[in-house]
């Protein structure tokens, strides 16, 4: 960026922050958010509530930390002014396209020290491969064609947090409110989904997951209860039917009652599935743009009907990924997709996720994601929306910039 560059992006942030002011309550709050906004995108180093305070703000840090932690505005207007933002400046571009808006559920930890934070415990670190002390939150976001946005979040509380004599103490210290349910955590995806569903601000096209999320169906159930079309990553270990299981009641013998399971002999792993393949069913497409060139996969789709808790469940398709290397990796998807959907469209959906890996890498190598310091579960919400709303300025900026490039 150029020294005018700079000087035209403060100038926008002022204007984008104005947008979002009122949802913060009075004068000194809407301060606030500004000092922390400009703290997360300007602070050199540690983006944390005091050298945000010393480095962009006035200085008084007491403020600054209630405004986060105890402040009574509502992180969940101001992710609903994203999304307005989203369905104005980033949505129109994935329209007429074969692909459209994308939702990418998603979950990330922060490792945190000592039992007062709210929903700390002992969780599966992913990047570690181990477990670790740590917050884990769920997200929902939106994906197009003209960039990313955090359209939704919400912090998960472990089962540990409901039991036992010092569960109820430990969530009244936290500030979690009173009468909140323990939820899974696709249980809170399918909330965070049926909310942005429900409010309409946003329409969604597809809705995609990693296995976690893709092998439960309760998750499915209430996609397809909201007649939310999805392609979700599942593990090695799901099993479809390869024929449709109307078809698979065996015939009467004449004894006894007739017969009104289907046989379980046309059910496949979705491994086996892929392993019957013929050559001719693979197709080579490149997804993007790698860091040392085209990243290509070759890429299957199948119909096949789901097994849904045990039971036969609805036609489904089976997309399976493939790298090109020697050994190579494979992911198995499964979708909702009508039988017209091209299997290309289907292999860009599930390449979207991506864009998520970017979004959680920028905002927590830049944008302080990990760096909060509050214990709370007002304060967890309130600094996430605060990021969000920074990716957001950012992503808003680069295609400023890239318009400017072009001319």
Known sequence: MTPDD???????????????????GKDQAQDHAYTYLKGLLC???????????????????????KFIAVAPWDAGGVQDEIQSVFADELAPS????????????DESGFSKKGTKSAGVARQHNGRLGKEDNRQVGVYLIGVAP??????DHRLYLPRSWYEGDEAARRREEAHIPEGTPFRTKPQIAGELVRDVVVTGVVGLDWVTADEAYGQNGELLDELEGLGQRYLMEVPTTTTVWA???????????????PPRRPSRDAVRSVVALA?????????????????????????????????????PGPPIW?????????????????????AATPPGVLAGVACTRHQVEDFL???????????YETRSWVGWHHHMALVGLAHLFVVLTRRVLKKKSRA
């Open 318 to 338: 089976v997309l399976i990924r493939r790298s090109l290397e020697a050994e190579p990796e494979v992911k198995y998807y499964v979708s909702n997709g009508d």
């Open 361 to 371: 890498e920028d905002s927590k190598s830049y944008l302080g994601m990990a760096q």
């Open 6 to 24: 700079v000087r035209a992006a403060a100038e926008r942030l002022v204007q984008f922050h104005r947008r979002f002011a009122p949802l913060f």
């Open 275 to 311: 392993a019957g393949l013929p050559a001719g069913a693979w197709r080579r497409l490149r997804v993007r743009e790698g860091a040392v060139g085209p990243l290509v996969f070759e890429f299957a789709a199948v119909r096949a009907w789901a097994v849904r808790h045990r039971k």
């Open 43 to 65: 602070c050199p180093e540690r983006k944390s509530i005091e050298p945000i305070a010393l480095c962009v703000g006035t200085g008084q840090v007491s403020g600054l930390q």
């Open 146 to 151: 003209a960039g990313s946005a955090l359209l």
């Open 94 to 105: 994935a329209a007429g396209t074969p692909i459209g808006t994308v939702g990418v559920i």
């Open 243 to 257: 024929e449709d299981p109307a078809s698979c009641v065996p015939p009467y013998s004449g004894r006894g009652q």
